[in-house]
């Protein structure tokens, strides 16, 4: 199957009718945008995932998006045949928004959240007294 077994797998397991129908169609076209996301987040499976990417995926001639903490691949891996892009680090307040949609406004997440931003603020002033 040229590098498109597993995925075409996943497509005809996952899919029914018109959708199955589509992204069958888009895969023989190479028009399919594949998401990886989490590589890092795979644990025990991360080399098998990697085997998929490097050796299904990104040679089916489709458009290939994986995601991964730097520590969490092996990154001369993907250094010659991907584009690799590093994201800035979440603020704090977007670290508060992902964790709210993620927590739907737990109690107690909003109260660890709250504590971690006073104890920023009180390192800064102890900081400021008493400098290295």
């Not at 895969?27 to 025990?44: H, K, S, T």
Request: proline letters at 2%; hydrophobic letters at 45%.
């Amino acid at each position: 199957l040229g590098g498109r077994g597993m995925l075409k797998w996943y497509i005809t397991k996952t899919f029914a009718g018109a959708e199955q129908l589509m992204l069958l169609q888009a895969l023989d076209m190479c028009a399919l945008v594949v998401l990886i996301d989490g590589v890092d987040e795979a644990a025990g499976m991360k080399d098998a995932i990697e085997e998929f990417v490097h050796k299904e995926v990104s040679v089916s001639g489709n458009r290939l998006v994986v995601t991964s903490r730097p520590e969490g691949v092996r990154l001369e891996l993907y250094e010659e045949r991907f584009i690799v892009l590093n994201l800035l680090q979440l603020s704090d307040e977007q670290q508060r928004k992902v964790i709210s949609s993620q927590m739907k406004g737990n109690v107690f997440f909003d109260h660890l959240v709250s504590l971690s931003a006073i104890r920023k603020g009180q390192d800064e002033i102890y900081e400021e007294a008493f400098p290295p």
